[in-house]
């Protein structure tokens, strides 16, 4: 599998997703179930479905979609361009005056009121990144001791795992990009200090990483694979 080029919107795009996700798709979530994870959804990331109504809210492209699949189905959009934050939690029934939190790196509230412009394509590339990394994942763990279940955190903005490793654990993930490396990468991050296996392997502070341009020079999903199943290689998890 290839991976399409980035966008030159998909950094500025990433970050109103992540705060489209963290205060509508995870607030709303929140709110009936207490919890805060996402999920790689058609065009875009979503809730798993929650509450009575088995409701589920994702972005698609440049729309906030609701649907609802419990004894009287529905399915509503809004475009996220052209509305602003206080708007699209009105549509999604969230309240943004409620007590809540992601952890420390929960993006800000910021303005409410400011009108919104999403690039749906870019949406589109996060959504397929995380599918990608969803699937990238699920291989490279096999035999691997205690998966956790994949989840996209919205604090953090990656899909991640961790798994059994010699005594201790570690994180797998596919992040969309941050202030380390702009980019979207994968990622071998262990909780102990030890880097056993060749130094040139473990090139970031919390580990190692493989970009997307190097995942898009080869077959996406094979190369993903081989470099997390070396990570746990090293590590003594596999």
Not at 223 to 231: S, W
């Amino acid at each position: 599998m290839t991976l399409d080029a980035l966008t030159p919107a998909f950094g500025s795009t990433r970050a109103k997703v992540q705060r489209i996700g963290a205060h509508v798709l995870s607030r709303a979530r929140h709110a009936v179930t207490g919890r805060i994870d996402l999920a790689p959804t058609p065009g875009g990331i979503g809730t798993l479905a929650f509450g009575p109504d088995h409701r589920v809210l994702r972005l698609s492209g440049e729309l906030l979609v609701v649907e609802t699949t419990g004894d009287q189905p529905a399915t509503a959009c809004m475009t996220v361009s052209g509305n602003s934050l206080a708007a699209l939690a009105e549509f999604a029934g969230v309240d943004l005056d409620s007590d809540y939190t992601a952890g420390a790196d929960t993006p800000e509230l910021g303005d409410v009121d400011g009108a919104l412009q999403l690039d749906g394509r870019s949406v589109e590339l996060l959504g397929a990144w995380f599918a990608v990394g969803m699937q990238v994942l699920v291989a490279a763990i096999t035999g691997a001791a205690e998966p956790t279940r994949a989840r996209i955190w919205p604090e953090h903005f990656d899909l991640g795992i961790d798994v059994a490793c010699a005594g201790s654990r570690v994180n797998l993930g596919a992040s969309a990009g941050d202030s380390f490396h702009e980019a979207p990468y994968l990622y071998v991050a262990p909780w102990e200090p030890s880097r056993p296996g060749p130094a040139d392997f473990w090139n970031a502070p919390f580990g190692a990483v493989l970009g997307y341009e190097s995942l898009r020079d080869q077959d996406g999903i094979a190369h993903g694979v081989d470099f997390i199943a070396e990570g746990l290689g090293h590590l003594g998890a596999r």
